[in-house]
C-alpha cells in the first residue's frame, strides 16, 4: 500500500489526513480561514509524529480563496520536493462526499459567491465555476473535501495548477485608475 499525505486548505478549514492505501491513520482538521499557514504545519508535525513517512502527498488544488489555497498547495509541493516524493493535486470540490451521485456542490467563495460544480453519476460535468448562490440552483453547501476521496482521486486526477476563478485583487500601480 502507499502512504498519502493528504492536504486541502481550499475552505476555511485546514484539513489533513495520512492513509496507508484506504486505511486512516490519522485524519484532523483546525478551523481558521486565515490560519491555514501554522495549521498546516502543526496538523502535518501531528500526522508524521507516530507514523510511518509519506510516499507521495496528495493536495486539494481548489477551487478556493487565493491566498488559503497558496499556503496548502506550496507547503504539500516543498514537502514532496525535500521528501523526493511525488506531489498530486486534486480538485478540491471532487473530494467532497454527499452520499449521492447526481448532485451539485458548493463551497463559500465568500464576497456573497459560490464555488460549484455538478456531478452525475459522481463524475464532475459542469463546474468548477463561481457565482451568487442564487444562480444555481438546488446545491449542497457546507461539507468538507474529505481525506480518504482525495487519496482516491490521486489514482485517476493529477491537476498542475490551482483553480483560481476570479481576477486577483492586487493589480500592479500602472493600471490602476
Not at 484506504?22 to 490560519?35: P, R
Not at 516524493?85 to 454527499?98: E, K, R, Y
Not at 446545491?139 to 482521486?153: A, M, R
Request: hydrophobic share 40%.
Amino acid at each position: 500500500m502507499t502512504i498519502s499525505l493528504a492536504i486541502d486548505t481550499s475552505t476555511s478549514r485546514t484539513i489533513v489526513g495520512l492513509l496507508d492505501g484506504e486505511k486512516v491513520l490519522f485524519e484532523s482538521f483546525a478551523i481558521g480561514a486565515t490560519d491555514h499557514g501554522r495549521a498546516v504545519s502543526d496538523l502535518v508535525s501531528q500526522a508524521l509524529l507516530n507514523n510511518p513517512a509519506p510516499e507521495r502527498v496528495v493536495v486539494g488544488m481548489g477551487p478556493g480563496p487565493f491566498t488559503g489555497l497558496r499556503v496548502g498547495i506550496a507547503f504539500a509541493r516543498t514537502f514532496a520536493l525535500a521528501c523526493e516524493i511525488p506531489v498530486i493535486g486534486i480538485c478540491s470540490l471532487d473530494a467532497i462526499d454527499t452520499g449521492k451521485s447526481d448532485y451539485t456542490v458548493a463551497i463559500d467563495a465568500r464576497r456573497k459567491e459560490i464555488y460549484w460544480a455538478r456531478y452525475v453519476g459522481g463524475e464532475r460535468v459542469e463546474g468548477p465555476s463561481v457565482n451568487k448562490p442564487d444562480e444555481i440552483k438546488d446545491f449542497i453547501i457546507d461539507l468538507y473535501p474529505n481525506v480518504s476521496s482525495l487519496v482516491k482521486l490521486a489514482d485517476v486526477q493529477n491537476e498542475s495548477e490551482p483553480f483560481y476563478l476570479r481576477r486577483p485583487d492586487a493589480v500592479p500601480t500602472a493600471e490602476r485608475k
